[in-house]
């Protein structure tokens, strides 16, 4: 069963390919080709060789008009050709099958439902006149001139199986018509709510995004501008100037620290986070991230713990594993008070490399651990007044997964909080 739904799926093309009408105008040719084979050999053993011959028309139309919309993707052209080919043949199958009597009514019935459900919303009138039109006018001659009316049944059963025949074939075309509708209604449904999902994340990074350019680059721009104002009027102390220095530096190093992680974000939802995964010798990646922030720690009395396997190596992005290692140990600088201690160390798993950064910081809230991945997080301000940036922790998670890696944490309010990157081992 799996197996037949696949085919057809292939057959009438895929939603990325082909909108919702066309799809549904691919089923029906498909479905046409299928019970105009069966009228072909039904019509000509009930002794109706002009049906017959007309559903082989038909037939051979559907192929060529499926050919048209599949493979050629001119649907507009097919879908016309169709109407007007169907309107034609069954207009001259009206002379041959009793007229007003017989089946054809039936059959301009479910071609004028076929058109509605496939063509375009500003062609549906045309459809609805040209088929009135088309019927009213075959009525009018059959009044006017009988004579012109052919009665090929040979006996009153062969004239019911084929009112029958006519009738369950606009049954199974209402049926799976309007089942196939429905079901691509729904698709199409879930795929606009996914798509409105990604547009609303997108629209919340976009107002991150904005919302970190516009306040808080300003800040420590304003600051250094005012400090070059004050240093251009007034004589400071100099431990007034060491004092307005030392903030000036935090200030500019989380600048700094946001920019990065901001031109880093900008670049993947430009182009796609890119990964490239290599050796990485863990201890000379993470080293030089310990030296960065050494003044840092040194400005807090802050105890560092470096316990790194020098032999240990990752597959893993050089890059990305040292964005997501400087963010960690940024946050656990910002929100450990002065006298604690930050733990970097590495354990050596079954077939992975687990990565612990562990501070003796004020842990995170309970309120905001449900999104402290998520760009929803606020920016919050370390125990020096250092301020998060609130977009680091979300890079960190996607980073991570790029890198077929996880990402997590445990955090107890008062106490501190240990993150875990765990990357596949280098062989």
């Known amino acids: 069963m799996k197996t037949v739904q696949s085919t057809f799926r292939k057959l009438i093309g895929s939603p990325d390919e082909f909108a919702l009408e066309e799809r549904i105008f691919h089923s029906v040719c498909l479905l046409t080709i299928l019970v105009m084979a069966f009228n072909v050999v039904s019509s000509f053993v009930m002794g109706l060789p002009e049906t017959g011959w007309i559903c082989l028309a038909l037939f051979l139309t559907g192929f060529y008009i499926y050919y048209l919309t599949r493979i050629r993707s001119k649907f507009v052209l097919a879908l016309t050709l169709a109407g007007c080919v169907l309107m034609v043949l069954f207009s ?16 301009f019935s479910i071609t004028l439902f076929l058109l509605l459900i496939t063509a375009p919303a500003r062609h549906s009138l045309f459809w609805v006149a ?29 004239h019911t199986l084929d009112l029958a025949l006519t009738y369950l074939v606009t049954v199974v075309f209402l049926y799976f018509g309007t089942l196939f509708f429905t079901r691509a209604y729904k698709r199409e449904r879930k795929r606009v709510e996914e798509r409105s999902v990604v547009l609303e994340r997108l629209n919340e990074e976009k107002n991150k995004l904005f919302s970190i350019v516009s306040h808080d680059l300003q800040s420590p721009l304003a600051s ?78 802050i105890r560092q713990d470096f316990r790194v396997d020098l032999t240990l190596h990752v597959l893993a992005d050089h890059a990305m594993l ?4 400087r963010n960690l140990v940024g946050n ?30 004020l842990g995170i809230p309970d309120e905001e651990k449900s999104r402290i991945f998520s760009l929803k997080a606020q920016p919050t301000y370390g125990t020096n007044k250092e301020k998060g940036v609130g977009l ?30 765990e990357l596949p081992l280098g062989v």
């Open 332 to 361: 656990a600088i910002k929100f450990t008070p002065t006298g604690g201690s930050i733990t970097v160390e590495t354990t050596r798993l079954e077939k992975t490399c687990l990565i612990t950064v562990k501070d003796t910081g």
């Open 92 to 107: 001259v199958n009206y002379f041959y099958s009793a007229g007003m009597v017989g089946s054809s009514l039936l059959s």
């Open 130 to 158: 040209f088929n009135m039109l088309v019927v009213l006018g075959l009525l009018t001659v059959e009044y006017l001139h009988p004579e012109l009316i052919v009665e090929k049944h040979q006996d009153r059963l062969t």
């Open 224 to 301: 250094v501008q005012h400090y070059l104002e004050v240093l251009k009027e007034i004589e400071l102390e100099a431990d007034d100037r060491k004092m307005i220095e030392t903030q000036l530096m935090d200030g500019v190093n989380y600048t700094q620290e946001m920019l990065y992680n901001l031109l880093s974000w900008s670049t993947t939802q430009m182009s796609g986070t890119k990964v490239s995964l290599t050796m990485v010798n863990v201890s000379s990646c993470l080293q030089p991230i310990m030296a960065i922030f050494k003044p840092l720690l040194d400005n807090k009395a």
């Open 322 to 325: 040292q964005l997501i290692v």
């Open 392 to 421: 680091g922790l979300f890079l960190c998670k996607e980073y991570a997964e790029a890198q077929n890696g996880k990402l997590w944490y445990e955090s107890t309010e008062g106490v501190g909080t240990t993150f875990y990157l």
